[in-house]
């Protein structure tokens, strides 16, 4: 499955573009600037995914390395 796709899964199960995620990223703390903010451990995001969106691990990591910048829209 291609980044992409992930994404795209993402945002037909929960309505929330990368966008979004990036604001929803920046309104509880856990981005500074294209990277995560320091002392921001991934699991935490995670788990928060998780609870708040319904997301399954693998897609909650997409979300990770799309807020750590280490992937983008359109990625294979």
């Not at 980044?3 to 500074?32: C, H």
């Amino acid at each position: 499955m291609s980044f992409q796709a992930y994404l795209d899964t993402i945002e037909k199960k929960t309505g929330k573009s990368p966008a979004d995620l990036r604001a929803m990223a920046v309104k509880n703390g856990w981005t500074q600037g294209a990277a995560l903010a320091p002392g921001v451990r991934p699991i935490a995001i995670v788990e928060a995914l998780k609870a708040e969106l319904g997301l399954g691990h693998g897609h909650a990591m997409a979300v990770v390395a799309l807020l750590k910048g280490q992937k983008k829209e359109g990625d294979a």
